[in-house]
């Protein structure tokens, strides 16, 4: 268990609709990175943020957005789905952002699928 | 990003050492070389990260090259729950933002 919460941990819906994923960190830790996963792009890095703060961003699609809040937990919306969103996606989270010896705690991940 | 090359999949047996081995010619002098993994329906999970000297810990051992080039990892005496897809990540400052995952190898480990 590495202390990352994702929730749900599965979730069905349709094309055109919005769904919001939800990570809680790890006690202590301030800074929270966001993942996709699909069968043909493996593991891609979306968005980090640290103390509320957006940190730095990867290929994030404009239909998405995250936010941290007061309590560190963190929210992904993924809007206007498409078929293709259809992923797993990773909440990861660290003490603090920017350390090269910094050690990354993954949750279990959220599978959406997009029908 | 430095780049890096790993094989695509590896198999071993149960209990015998397994050597994964990763390249990264373009890696930065400030660069730390992370390995993580991922089990099966699984998040990733950390194993081991060096700079320049080898290091141990209770998963596993990492060596890395001398030109720091290339790198090892190293499980000792595999188990089945080691069967997993392992990623080679060369980190520096501006890397530990976001992790960039490769495809990494696929280890398979028979019983």
Request: charged share 20%; proline share 5%; net charge negative.
């Given at each position: 268990?590495?202390?990352?919460?994702q929730?749900?941990?599965?979730?069905?819906?349709?094309?055109?609709?919005?769904?919001?994923?939800?990570?809680?960190?790890?006690?202590?830790?301030?800074?929270?990175?966001?993942?996709?996963?699909?069968?043909?792009q493996?593991?891609?890095?979306l968005?980090?943020?640290?103390?509320?703060?957006?940190?730095?961003?990867?290929n994030?699609?404009?239909?998405?957005?995250?936010?941290?809040?007061?309590d560190?937990?963190?929210?992904?919306?993924?809007?206007?789905?498409?078929?293709?969103?259809?992923?797993?996606?990773?909440?990861?989270?660290?003490?603090?952002?920017?350390?090269?010896?910094?050690?990354?705690?993954?949750?279990?991940?959220?599978?959406?699928?997009?029908? | 990003?430095?780049?890096?090359?790993?094989?695509?999949?590896?198999?071993?047996?149960?209990?015998?050492?397994?050597?994964?081995?990763?390249?990264?010619?373009?890696?930065?002098?400030?660069?730390?070389?992370?390995?993580?993994?991922?089990?099966?329906?699984?998040?990733?999970?950390?194993?081991?990260?060096?700079?320049?000297?080898?290091?141990?810990?209770?998963?596993?051992?990492?060596?890395?090259?001398?030109?720091?080039?290339?790198?090892?990892?190293?499980?000792h005496?595999?188990?089945?729950?080691?069967?997993?897809?392992?990623?080679?990540?060369?980190?520096?400052?501006?890397?530990?933002?976001?992790?960039?995952?490769?495809?990494?190898?696929?280890?398979?480990?028979?019983?």
């Open positions: 268990d590495s202390g990352v919460t929730t749900p941990k599965h979730l069905i819906t349709a094309t055109g609709q919005r769904v919001t994923l939800r990570c809680s960190p790890r006690s202590g830790d301030l800074s929270v990175y966001w993942y996709q996963q699909s069968l043909d493996g593991l891609q890095f968005i980090q943020y640290y103390n509320g703060e957006e940190r730095a961003k990867g994030i699609l404009e239909r998405f957005s995250a936010q941290q809040f007061p560190l937990h963190s929210e992904l919306n993924l809007s206007s789905l498409e078929l293709g969103d259809s992923a797993l996606y990773f909440c990861a989270s660290s003490v603090e952002p920017g350390r090269a010896t910094g050690e990354l705690f993954f949750g279990e991940g959220s599978r959406l699928t997009v029908l | 990003d430095a780049k890096t090359t790993q094989p695509n999949s590896m198999e071993s047996n149960e209990e015998e050492p397994v050597h994964l081995p990763c390249n990264h010619s373009t890696i930065s002098g400030t660069d730390y070389i992370h390995w993580y993994r991922q089990l099966p329906s699984q998040g990733p999970e950390y194993v081991i990260h060096g700079l320049t000297s080898n290091v141990n810990n209770r998963m596993a051992s990492l060596a890395i090259a001398e030109d720091r080039k290339s790198s090892t990892l190293i499980l005496r595999a188990t089945l729950r080691d069967a997993a897809v392992y990623y080679c990540i060369p980190t520096g400052v501006q890397g530990a933002q976001k992790l960039v995952f490769g495809q990494g190898t696929r280890l398979t480990i028979n019983p």
